[in-house]
């Protein structure tokens, strides 16, 4: 019964119910295999993650109700009118453009500061008198130059002194002091006009407007009526100018006297301008019209446009944020329900994983159920981010998870993979059946472009094959929405796009998990394939008893593996490897003997089984520092099962007189085949060795020397883990059989032939004397 279940096959009720029971972890299993929550439990921990994970993404704060509907499309459900009053919200798009359109009709909020420049016109007052009291008193001419330029560096003023000097001495009283009125009088009307502190570059909103504010009001004008800080020296100039015709001293003069005390007055408020910008942000009405209640939708068979679907969209927003404001619980059932979805399309798939060839080695292996998560979650992300980005369904990257299930675990996997993603797309598009459906071919297409990956050439055909297949479906679902050939063309342009890009990254993810999740593609074991390998060639070279028997082995489990479907690359790679642990110690395994003395007859029983028994060890730690993957590795540790070496038991029960010995010393560790083809190679090693003890290799004898050892193999229990059934059994012996029959094909014997490759003996000539003279 044990063997039935195991392989998921039931006859009777009896026999699914203490499958379950095993399953549920209601005890433990015959061989003290821990509880299912216990086995599993990790797997569980990482399926939730993906759930929610997942279930998150989902469209929030809308109904799936009218997430189906396009635009141009004809509407063929019933009429809608509306329950009640609800406004028509503005969509994204829509809500951006108004709110940037809000913020660059904010204008620059500019501060007057009159207290700096009454300031400013005070000290060039103060500057004057200074002068004229510099003036007034009799004094010589080199300490007049000298209070002058003292006074000159204390109000920042550069300029020759001498020509201050120069021009006091020629000026007036009176002159003078029309000429300090001259320079009041502009620099008052400078300040009373207003100079901006910064650029008009900075300024990139208000349309050309500023806003001044006073202590008392504020006024809007154009920013060119002020003046720039930037142009104000040619301001000054121009003024001085006008002031002072066909008088190019006093023009010097004024203009290096005026310009320290000509300072910015309105100064730009970043914070209140930002302020206002927010606020301007946030008036933006989130509606752009109203349908009141019982006012018609859209009717039965009517074209549906943009308004349709603003109006409907906006009442789908409505209906869910009036059931969210009845009730926190509400809310929490309407997220439950989703995440339950996602988990019953999580549980379908593990189901199927549950009841697959591998499922120990998938469901029970950590790192394998990562790259599953992590594969769901890429998939779902990018639809995530297509949907947040309002980008075309037909960009979604399905066949990215199709493929790469396909590549790291088979088709089957890739196949069921394919439709559970499928269907969380269509979820995450609004209940959108139409590229449920699309992802669902279209992803079967890539799950066979990658069935058998046998050169590089795949991702040629992948690409060619998926947009293909992306323009068939995109064909036949444009045709049913009624677009017209411009919108088709259009997304056979994506569908093409996504058909090139999709192959090509999972080309480039391909070697990035295989690198960090130790899982061999057939790309890999293609290379692994590879005589020319550095171990192989060690093999070859060292133990080359060894490496012909594992090349004869390659050749039976390749057979067998395509005879039952199994993985026929991985068998043949397996079998290469399997026995690289004789290397060291190499003579003493029987085929690198060579018909030399055989070590084996010096020691005991017990340290020859020691001795044979540790090259699955060995092995072990050769893949290791080869960095051979996990799949290879297993091939090593499990082509001998536990099975006991026959040779050395009897041999050691004979030294005992008969007395009994610890049969476990003489077998092999383990595990037992976990797979169909570790346990091909298992049979194809021991089915190669006997039959070179054949002296004559008869079709029949062969047939019951092959039925012999699966047998034996078969009442020792050395199948039980491993998922091959009675009807591969058969095949595979029928696979053995062919091989070695032609393996140890007869030829005709000619007549003269014993003659011929008899060894000749060398006749003996003697060397003549010959006397050498000194």
């Known amino acids: 019964m044990n063997q039935i279940a195991e392989a998921g096959v039931f006859k009777t009720w009896d026999q699914l119910a203490w499958w379950v029971k095993l399953r549920l972890g209601g005890s433990k299993g015959?061989?003290?295999?821990?509880?299912?929550?216990?086995?599993?439990?990790?797997?569980?921990?990482v399926a939730s993650i993906v759930v929610f994970a997942i279930s998150i993404m989902l469209p929030h704060g809308k109904s799936y109700k009218y997430g189906d509907l396009k635009d141009k499309e004809v509407y063929l459900g019933e009429e809608i009118i509306a329950?009640?009053?609800?406004?028509?919200?503005?969509?994204?798009?829509?809500?951006?453009?108004?709110?940037?359109?809000?913020?660059?009709q904010v204008l620059p909020v500019f501060n007057r500061n009159d207290t700096l420049s009454n300031k400013n016109q005070q000290r060039l007052a103060v500057f004057f008198d200074s002068l004229r009291a510099i003036r007034q008193k009799n004094i010589n001419g080199a300490t007049v130059i000298t209070r002058v330029a003292q006074l000159l560096s204390h109000f920042s003023i550069s300029f020759p002194d001498e020509n201050l000097v120069q021009f006091l001495r020629i000026s007036s009283q009176t002159k003078l002091n029309e000429f300090q009125e001259q320079l009041l009088r502009l620099a008052r009307d400078m300040y009373a006009v207003g100079i901006l502190n910064v650029n008009k570059e900075v300024i990139k909103h208000g349309e050309g407007k500023i806003s001044v504010v006073t202590v008392n009001e504020e006024i809007v004008d154009e920013y060119r009526s002020f003046y720039n800080f930037s142009e104000i020296e040619a301001v000054l100039l121009e003024k001085l100018r006008a002031a002072f015709p066909n008088d190019d001293l006093r023009v010097r003069i004024g203009y290096q006297i005026l310009k320290p005390f000509i300072r910015a007055n309105l100064i730009y408020d970043e914070v209140e301008t930002h302020r206002r910008i927010v606020e301007a942000r946030n008036n933006v009405p989130l509606a752009k019209g109203t349908v009141l209640e019982k006012e018609r939708i859209i009717?039965?068979?009517?074209?549906?446009?943009?308004e349709h679907l603003d109006k409907l969209n906006s009442l789908a927003i409505e209906l869910a944020?009036?059931?969210?404001?009845?009730?926190?619980?509400?809310?929490?059932?309407?997220?439950?329900?989703?995440?339950?979805?996602?988990?019953?399309?999580?549980?379908?798939?593990?189901?199927?994983?549950?009841?697959?060839?591998?499922?120990?080695?998938?469901?029970?292996?950590?790192?394998?159920?990562?790259?599953?998560?992590?594969?769901?979650?890429?998939?779902?992300?990018?639809?995530?981010n297509i949907n947040r980005f309002s980008l075309s369904s037909y960009l979604i990257p399905i066949t990215i998870g199709s493929m790469l299930l396909t590549i790291f675990f088979d088709t089957k996997v890739g196949f069921a993979g394919t439709a559970v993603l499928s269907l969380i797309i269509g979820l995450m598009r609004g209940g959108e059946f139409n590229i449920a459906a699309v992802s669902l071919l279209v992803g079967i297409i890539g799950v066979l472009s990658v069935k058998r990956i046998r050169d590089r050439s795949w991702l040629f055909h992948s690409i060619v094959m998926i947009v293909a297949a992306y323009w068939v479906s995109i064909t036949a679902v444009e045709i049913i929405r009624y677009s017209n050939f411009k919108t088709m063309a259009t997304?056979?342009?994506?569908?093409?796009?996504?058909?090139?890009?999709?192959?090509?990254?999972?080309?480039?993810?391909?070697?990035?998990?295989?690198?960090?999740?130790?899982?061999?593609?057939?790309?890999?074991?293609?290379?692994?394939?590879?005589?020319?390998?550095?171990?192989?060639?060690?093999?070859?070279?060292?133990?080359?008893?060894?490496?012909?028997?594992s090349l004869m082995v390659g050749n039976l489990a390749e057979v067998a593996a395509d005879a039952i479907g199994a993985n026929a690359l991985l068998a043949r790679v397996g079998a290469y490897y399997h026995d690289v642990g004789k290397i060291e110690k190499r003579e003493y395994f029987i085929e690198n003997q060579m018909r030399s003395k055989n070590p084996h007859e010096k020691l005991s029983p017990t340290m020859s089984c020691l001795i044979l028994v540790n090259h699955v060890k060995k092995g072990l730690e050769i893949a290791k520092k080869y960095r051979l993957p996990q799949q290879i590795r297993d091939f090593i540790a499990e082509h001998h099962g536990t099975n006991i070496i026959k040779y050395f038991y009897q041999k050691a029960l004979e030294r005992n007189n008969g007395t009994e010995i610890e049969e476990s010393t003489f077998r092999y560790p383990g595990p037992r085949p976990?797979?169909?083809?570790?346990?091909?190679?298992?049979?194809?090693?021991?089915?190669?060795?006997a039959s070179r003890t054949l002296k004559d290799p008869s079709p029949s004898r062969i047939r019951t020397m092959v039925s012999a050892i699966v047998q034996e193999r078969f009442n020792d229990s050395q199948l039980d883990d491993s998922p091959l059934t009675l009807k591969d059994l058969t095949k595979i012996k029928e696979s053995f059989a062919t091989v070695l029959l032609g393996t140890f094909h007869a030829r005709i014997e000619y007549p003269d032939q014993d003659e011929k490759f008899k060894p000749k003996k060398q006749k003996k000539v003697k060397a003549p004397n010959v006397e050498i003279s000194a």
């Open 674 to 689: 976990r797979t169909k083809e570790t346990g091909i190679v298992m049979l194809a090693d021991a089915v190669e060795a």
């Open 321 to 384: 944020a009036r059931e969210a404001g009845v009730s926190a619980l509400l809310t929490a059932v309407r997220y439950f329900g989703k995440l339950l979805i996602i988990a019953l399309a999580v549980a379908v798939f593990a189901i199927f994983l549950s009841f697959s060839k591998n499922r120990f080695l998938i469901l029970a292996d950590l790192k394998r159920v990562v790259l599953i998560a992590i594969i769901f979650l890429l998939v779902t992300f990018l639809t995530y």
């Open 299 to 306: 009717n039965r068979n009517e074209r549906i446009t943009k």
């Open 30 to 45: 015959n061989n003290g295999q821990p509880k299912f929550f216990e086995k599993y439990f990790k797997t569980i921990v």
């Open 491 to 549: 997304c056979w342009m994506y569908g093409a796009l996504n058909g090139f890009l999709s192959p090509l990254m999972v080309y480039g993810l391909q070697v990035l998990f295989e690198y960090f999740f130790d899982i061999a593609t057939d790309m890999k074991l293609l290379e692994l394939l590879d005589l020319n390998n550095p171990l192989l060639k060690k093999l070859a070279m060292e133990a080359p008893g060894t490496y012909h028997h």
């Open 83 to 104: 329950p009640f009053t609800f406004a028509i919200y503005k969509t994204e798009e829509e809500l951006k453009r108004d709110r940037q359109r809000a913020e660059e």
